[in-house]
């Protein structure tokens, strides 16, 4: 009998994330990636043997932090390097890249900047909407998921209890706020009062925004995320390629249900995989209603894995395709589909190489400041997913942890 029978009567509105929406079938493996139980073989020590935190990785990530925390300006927001019209957004993920190095808002040596960055988050809030919104900021939905996954990543590490209740407060308002803003399509568009285009950029930002909330203790209605279920298995498109000779079969994803275009970017399909992550898909052996998400899941997840060195050698030549110039975005959540992949061979091909290649590209930084170099969004833009990328096998951050 499937899993998800058994547990659905048992779900009223509370999203329990460790069981989810989605199970596996009984026999139908591990949902949370395996691994032996011997403490010896945790994660973060089997990242450690395999030497993926170096000195080289330790010096740039140092370099990088203490770049990034020179770009906050004194209202808290990060833009000094660039992004002002996209201040809630870039602040976001700045906030979480100093979060991802063990700092907190009362511990640390960015623990200050973190502060700011709350602080300035916590005043961009509109308290009857419960939307991340600022005078001419264009932020949009995207802001409005990295401010809600930010601050609900916050919310087991602050001390204060005033502040225990400030962020309380604005993540249940800014849940609603999602919840209210899914469209028929089950998927999000760029405000949440448009209900009539989806997109699949802005639907990561919102799952990953409900399942830290979730995880923080925010109800969240599990008919929103049923909803995000359906669309993600209605977005996905199976593609036959070819690698190294041999015929392999994968899935992409559709740029939006509403559109119907379909760019076969890689940037779309990872964060299409982190999405079904966000909603408990972690194995090939999952499945909802009568759909076979977990087929879905493991040939978007082969997909990524054999396009990777073709998106590295576009990178490396200069195309400026549109997965491409969407470089940092794309690994943001490309990394994460690797850390989470149920077979450790995804991480261990992907990470070594992307790890040497931003490396390289904060050094070959003209400004030598030891940031990355700066696009459209600003300098705290490119250097805080670079930061985040770099600093996944820490584990330090909830978003990371295995």
């Known amino acids: 009998m499937n899993g998800f029978k058994r547990l659905a009567a048992a779900l009223v509105i509370v999203f329990v994330i460790s069981s989810m929406c989605i199970a596996q079938d009984e026999g139908g493996g591990e949902s949370s990636g395996g691994g032996s139980d011997d403490t010896s073989e945790a994660p973060a020590l089997r990242m450690l043997n395999k030497n993926y935190i170096n000195e080289d990785l330790k010096e740039s990530v140092e370099k990088g932090l203490k770049r990034l925390a020179e770009l906050q300006d004194a209202n808290g927001a990060f833009t000094k390097g660039g992004g002002s019209n996209v201040a809630i957004a870039v602040t976001s993920v700045s906030g979480l890249a100093l979060l991802a190095s063990g700092s907190t808002p009362d511990k640390g040596k960015y623990s200050a900047n973190i502060r700011k960055a709350m602080d300035y988050l916590l005043s961009c809030q509109d308290m009857n909407s419960g939307f991340f ?232 930084n003209p400004t030598n400041t030891g940031g990355w170099p700066s696009q459209s969004y600003g300098e705290a833009y490119t250097t805080s997913y670079a930061l985040m990328i770099l600093q996944v096998p820490y584990q330090l951050l909830p978003l990371f942890a295995k």
């Open 133 to 364: 919104t600022g005078t001419n900021d264009g932020s949009r939905i995207h802001g409005h998921g990295y401010a809600t996954l930010f601050l609900a990543q916050l919310y087991g590490a602050v001390e204060n209890e005033n502040d225990k209740t400030r962020l309380k407060n604005a993540l249940q308002l800014a849940v609603k706020c999602i919840s209210k803003g899914q469209t028929p399509f089950g998927g999000w568009g760029y405000m949440p009062t448009d209900l009539t285009w989806d997109e699949g950029s802005t639907t990561v930002c919102c799952i990953q925004a409900l399942r830290a909330a979730s995880d923080a203790g925010i109800t969240v209605d599990v008919k929103t995320i049923q909803n995000a279920i359906e669309y993600m298995y209605k977005i996905a498109e199976k593609r036959v390629f070819m690698h190294d000779g041999e015929e392999h079969v994968g899935y992409t994803f559709k740029y939006s249900l509403s559109s119907g275009w379909n760019s076969n970017s890689y940037a779309l399909c990872a964060a299409a995989i982190t999405t079904l992550n966000g909603i408990g898909v972690y194995s090939e052996g999952a499945s909802w209603k009568e759909h076979d998400i977990g087929k879905v899941y493991k040939g978007g997840l082969r997909w990524l894995r054999y396009k990777f060195d073709d998106f590295i050698g576009r990178r490396k030549s200069g195309q400026g395709s549109l997965d491409v110039s969407h470089f940092y975005y794309a690994h943001f959540y490309a990394c994460q589909a690797m850390w989470n992949a149920p077979e450790e061979v995804y991480f261990d091909e992907y990470y070594p190489k992307m790890r040497d290649l931003l490396i390289e590209e904060q050094k070959r």
